[in-house]
């Protein structure tokens, strides 16, 4: 069955509209260059270093061998970094209502490294990790209210360290993963569970840093 931009905005109760979308797209997908096909060492080189067997490998023999299969291939993962840096950022008006805020707070804690975000071409949008203790604390250490809601983190003094080490070319979703990913710099707990729980900023903010580092 197909699906429709729209029904899948309305199965995720997402506020982003169908325009949303296509300007996120129209951004991230490239105009079409025929590219330069790799040669056939290049070709023979990744299919023995890809670790791959079985139907995977044939997979990968069929995409490397037809460049139509590839810019496909690019264009499906760049469009589904696209969907999943959207699904997982909120918009300065959604911000302000989970904090209990004006936009111009949240814009003002954004400006102080109080709030991290990120440029979109469907403009600021914040990573959601920042918010929710429920990504970094257990059950019995949560916070909750009189309906058990749990309770969000505003703008902790603890990220403001982080967010100025965050490096500006680095994509936000690998950013997400790190700070809610466990580390052995922080005693095996995500760095985002460490810093809510009170531990120092040093480590996380080295680790942060490192993704300079990334290709």
């Known amino acids: 069955m197909s699906l429709t931009v729209r029904q899948v905005l309305t199965e995720a109760h997402s506020s982003l509209t169908e325009q949303d979308v296509a300007l996120v797209l129209q951004a ?16 023979d080189l990744l299919k023995a270093l890809s670790g791959l067997d079985g139907a995977a490998h044939d997979e990968l023999v069929r995409v490397l061998d037809d460049p139509d299969a590839t810019q496909r291939y690019s264009d499906r993962i760049a469009a589904n970094l696209a969907a999943q840096t959207l699904h997982s950022t909120l918009s300065p008006q959604a911000t302000a209502h989970l904090l ?20 979109t071409p469907i403009g600021l949008r914040y990573p959601a990790w920042q918010f929710h203790l429920a990504t970094v604390m257990d059950e019995q250490e949560a916070g909750t209210d009189e309906a058990g809601a749990i309770s969000t983190v505003p703008s902790a003094a603890w990220l403001q360290e982080v967010i100025e080490a965050i490096p500006a070319d680095v994509h936000p979703l690998t950013v997400g993963a790190l700070m809610t990913e466990p580390a052995e ?3 095996g707990r995500s760095p985002l569970s460490w810093l809510a729980s009170g531990g120092p900023a040093g480590p996380v903010v080295a680790l942060v840093r490192e993704l300079a580092w990334l290709p």
């Open 185 to 187: 710099e922080t005693d």
């Open 100 to 119: 209990g805020v004006d936009r111009t707070t949240v814009d003002r804690r954004r400006k102080a490294h109080q709030l991290y975000a990120i440029t």
């Open 28 to 43: 991230t997908l490239p105009s079409r260059v025929k590219a330069q096909p790799p040669s056939q060492s290049e070709v």
